[in-house]
């Protein structure tokens, strides 16, 4: 909105007194070329870049929220069903992603260290459970990096439990699986051949994406976002 001297100054230009020429005169006769006379046209073009600015980040923040997260839990939960291994690159993308977004939505350096304090103390039971073998590198690894989005908070006790509850489900019916004639004749099925495989472990980045999916909507950055979209 403009403002009132801004206004002022418009009408000022429009209304100047026209010489025998039809030349618009200014107070020194000559051109209205004054700052007077551009600085409203500045003002509503710099505020529209500003507005445009504002809006780009926010949807772009929206995106980062809305998105990555949902899609490092679905696709580490897909790779290790179909290749039994959850690549780097996703708990790296899940740490920059929310390096980005924490700042952007308020969080102070106090609240962003103790998410961070959260993947450390995940990242150290787990280290423990890869190294007698019971858990692999990858799902580790993806533990600790959601456990930075979840931060000390009961939607990291949600995601531990569920995950411990749906990992132990799915590893009853896996063996089943591959104890009954289906699991025989599936061996060669592209998308069922690991849960087939007497010789394999078990995918638990399904359990780790399914219940990461579930508590996600209690994080802090969910909850933002979705404010947001509310218009709250």
Same mark, same amino acid.
């Given at each position: 909105?403009?403002?009132?001297?801004?206004?002022?100054?418009?009408?000022?230009?429009?209304?100047?007194?026209?010489?025998?020429?039809?030349? =618009?005169?200014? =107070?020194? $006769? +000559?051109?209205?070329?004054?700052?007077?006379?551009?600085?409203?046209?500045? %003002?509503?073009?710099?505020? /529209? &870049?500003?507005?445009?600015?504002?809006? /780009?980040?926010?949807?772009?923040?929206?995106?980062?929220?809305?998105?990555?997260? =949902?899609?490092?839990?679905?696709?580490?939960?897909?790779?290790? !069903?179909?290749?039994?291994?959850? #690549?780097?690159?996703?708990?790296?993308?899940?740490?920059?992603?929310?390096?980005?977004?924490?700042?952007?939505? /308020?969080?102070? @350096?106090?609240?962003?260290?103790?998410?961070?304090?959260?993947?450390?103390?995940?990242?150290?039971?787990?280290?423990?459970?890869?190294?007698?073998?019971?858990?692999?590198?990858?799902? #580790?690894? *993806?533990?600790?990096?959601?456990?930075? @989005?979840? $931060?000390?908070?009961?939607?990291?006790? %949600?995601?531990? *439990?569920?995950?411990?509850?749906?990992? /132990?489900? !799915?590893?009853?019916?896996?063996?089943?699986?591959?104890?009954?004639?289906? +699991?025989?004749?599936?061996?060669?099925?592209?998308? !069922?051949?690991?849960?087939?495989?007497?010789?394999?472990?078990?995918?638990? $980045?399904?359990?780790?994406? &399914?219940?990461?999916?579930?508590?996600? =909507?209690?994080?802090?950055?969910?909850? @933002?976002? *979705?404010?947001? &979209? #509310?218009?709250?």
């Amino acid at each position: 909105m403009r403002s009132a001297a801004a206004n002022n100054n418009i009408r000022f230009c429009a209304n100047q007194r026209n010489d025998h020429k039809g030349r =618009p005169s200014s =107070p020194k $006769g +000559g051109l209205c070329f004054s700052q007077s006379c551009f600085l409203p046209v500045y %003002q509503v073009l710099s505020d /529209g &870049l500003h507005n445009g600015r504002e809006k /780009g980040c926010r949807i772009m923040l929206e995106a980062i929220i809305l998105v990555v997260f =949902p899609f490092c839990m679905a696709f580490a939960a897909v790779s290790d !069903l179909l290749s039994m291994t959850i #690549a780097n690159r996703v708990s790296l993308l899940l740490l920059v992603a929310f390096a980005v977004a924490a700042p952007m939505i /308020g969080m102070d @350096w106090q609240q962003i260290g103790m998410h961070v304090a959260a993947g450390f103390f995940i990242l150290s039971v787990t280290f423990v459970l890869f190294a007698v073998g019971g858990m692999g590198g990858g799902d #580790a690894k *993806l533990l600790a990096a959601t456990a930075v @989005w979840f $931060g000390f908070s009961p939607a990291l006790i %949600q995601y531990l *439990l569920g995950a411990a509850i749906l990992g /132990g489900a !799915l590893t009853l019916l896996i063996l089943s699986f591959r104890n009954s004639l289906l +699991g025989y004749i599936s061996g060669n099925n592209v998308f !069922l051949r690991n849960l087939a495989d007497h010789n394999t472990g078990v995918p638990y $980045g399904i359990a780790l994406g &399914l219940s990461g999916l579930a508590a996600y =909507p209690e994080t802090p950055l969910m909850q @933002w976002a *979705l404010a947001r &979209l #509310a218009g709250l």
